[in-house]
């Protein structure tokens, strides 16, 4: 199974920051790579697919970059509802989809 | 609107079977790839089992043999039959819309339900 690994799996930010999580991939995916936001209690919400294209209605202060093996998801200039947890996932290797560990975006 | 909504998550004791339901509005379940994903308690999201549209069924390895994943096109719902469920299989249960990105060519999984919670314990 192609293992995806995030980093940070956490840390604190302040309101306007821009802040970058990066994912891994074990093996090369091309650019078959989703992010998600999941908040507490939430579903996962799915804001990037095909490593960078937005998802409709995600506001444009996120992007995604990388192909291959390292992704980064980049929030330009955070905000308030943005503190969550995010998740890198493959889909490469379908059926057998898998997830990154979370990183999760504290408040300073 | 389009919409997955779980039900049927509860408290089971190890050993024992639990289904699980999710109904979809907006949209038809046949026509789709529909997964089941789940979380334990602060811990990150797995993929369970998934549905093809044309009616294949794939799971992972740790529930494969006990979970079985199907659907009613009737009542547009999905399922997910567990049996033999261990404590380990104690999370919240997704169900989740699968891209289909290009012919046979499926994606990140773009619409969620609210979960269920089971939990495995005597």
């Known amino acids: 199974a192609i293992r995806m690994t995030q980093s940070p799996s956490s840390f604190s930010a302040s309101t306007g920051d821009r802040v970058t999580i990066t994912c891994r991939a074990s093996q090369g995916i091309s650019s078959y790579l989703a992010w998600y936001q999941q908040k507490p209690g939430k579903a996962p919400k799915l804001l990037i697919y095909?490593?960078?294209t937005l998802q409709s209605g995600v506001p444009s202060r996120f992007s995604g970059s990388g192909s291959g093996t390292d992704f980064t998801l980049t929030i330009s200039c955070l905000q308030s509802e943005d503190f969550a947890t995010y998740y890198c996932q493959q889909y490469y290797s379908y059926p057998q989809w898998t997830f990154g560990q979370g990183t999760k975006v504290e408040i300073k | 609107e389009v919409q997955l909504v779980e039900s049927g998550g509860g408290l089971v004791q190890p050993g024992g079977s639990l289904r699980l339901s999710c109904a979809a509005s907006?949209?038809?379940?046949?026509?789709?790839?529909m997964s089941w994903v789940r979380q334990a308690p602060g811990k990150g999201l797995e993929w369970v089992s998934v549905i093809y549209s044309g009616g294949s069924t794939y799971y992972a390895d740790s529930v494969k043999g006990r979970f079985t994943i199907s659907r009613d096109n009737s009542k547009n719902t999905l399922y997910l039959q567990m049996n033999s469920l261990r404590a380990e299989d104690t999370a919240v249960y997704y169900c989740?819309?699968?891209?289909?990105?290009?012919?046979?060519?499926?994606?990140?999984?773009?619409?969620w339900g609210q979960g269920t919670m089971v939990t495995v314990s005597s």
């Open positions: 907006g949209f038809t379940v046949s026509s789709n790839y």
């Open positions: 095909a490593a960078s």
């Open positions: 989740a819309r699968v891209e289909s990105i290009a012919a046979g060519e499926l994606g990140a999984f773009d619409i």
